[in-house]
């Protein structure tokens, strides 16, 4: 399974961006997704996913309300809507996918068995 996420750049804060994250190869075999982010100097952090076996979407506290996780099964992608973005959004976002099935969704990236490259988000204040 390849993983590539794009649709990063720089945006204003309190605007709107969605990233996308394209899947491909035999992704037959994918049960969850999920997106992460790092800031510079910062850890790895959890933003939202989903599980497919628990039907179950989930979002950090820091972007609940803000930011919500969608997918096109025919397109064999999902996206990443980002509003309300904060100075504190900025930073290299990751999709991940997970190739357990899990009746919640992961929030840890150790969960995941892939993962691509990211996309670099900025937001000026």
């Known amino acids: 399974v390849q993983l590539q996420a794009f649709g990063g750049g720089l945006v204003q804060a309190w605007g709107s961006l969605t990233l996308t994250c394209a899947r491909s190869?035999?992704?037959?075999?994918?049960?969850?997704m999920g997106w992460f982010r790092q800031a510079p100097g910062k850890e790895l952090e959890f933003i939202g996913g989903?599980?497919?076996?628990?039907?179950?979407?989930d979002y950090a506290d820091s972007v609940r309300g803000r930011f919500a996780v969608s997918k096109d099964n025919s397109k064999n992608t999902i996206y990443l809507h980002m509003t309300s973005l904060k100075p504190e959004d900025a930073a290299v976002y990751y999709c991940?996918?997970?190739?357990?099935?899990?009746?919640?969704?992961?929030?840890?990236?150790?969960?995941?068995?892939?993962w691509g490259q990211g996309t670099l988000v900025t937001v000026s204040s």
């Open positions: 989903f599980s497919v076996t628990g039907g179950k979407t």
């Open positions: 991940e996918a997970d190739r357990v099935r899990r009746l919640t969704v992961g929030r840890l990236s150790s969960s995941y068995d892939y």
């Open positions: 190869g035999h992704t037959g075999n994918i049960y969850g």
